[in-house]
Nanobody, 121 residues
Framework: QVQLVESGGGLVQAGGSLRLSCAAS????????MRWYRQAPGKQRELVAS???????NYVDSVKGRFTISRENTGNTVYLQMNSLKPEDTAVYYC???????????????WGQGTQVTVSS
């Protein structure tokens, strides 16, 4: 059984900062790419940032220069540091991870349950 648990969401004023965490636990052999998505009311889920097992990162244009994705050395926890937050960043933020259960197994994608981020103007 694998679980991804997000934390760190909340209410913040525009211009403020939040740090999201996502910890993976359970039967895990390796984790490849980890990602943060967000979904605002009435909108499609959007990929915000991703980080590979070797630390390569990508960001959606709207957060470049404001958000930073990182991983712990163990590789099982991913963070999203969000600075200079804007009201349009308001959404439920989800993490996901591509992982294997044992050596040689296929790769499976797991999702967390989401954490609410609300930015007031």
């Amino acid at each position: 059984q694998v679980q991804l648990v997000e934390s760190g969401g909340g209410l913040v004023q525009a211009g403020g900062s939040l740090r999201l965490s996502c910890a993976a636990s359970g039967t895990i052999f390796s984790i490849n790419t980890m990602r943060w998505y967000r979904q605002a009311p009435g909108k499609q889920r959007e990929l915000v940032a991703s980080i590979t097992s070797v630390g390569d990162t990508n960001y959606v244009d709207s957060v470049k220069g404001r958000f930073t994705i990182s991983r712990e050395n163990t590789g099982n926890t991913v963070y999203l540091q969000m600075n200079s937050l804007k009201p349009e960043d308001t959404a439920v933020y989800y993490c996901n991870a591509d992982l294997t259960y044992y050596s040689g197994s296929s790769t499976f994608r797991h999702w967390g349950q989401g954490t609410q981020v609300t930015v007031s103007s």
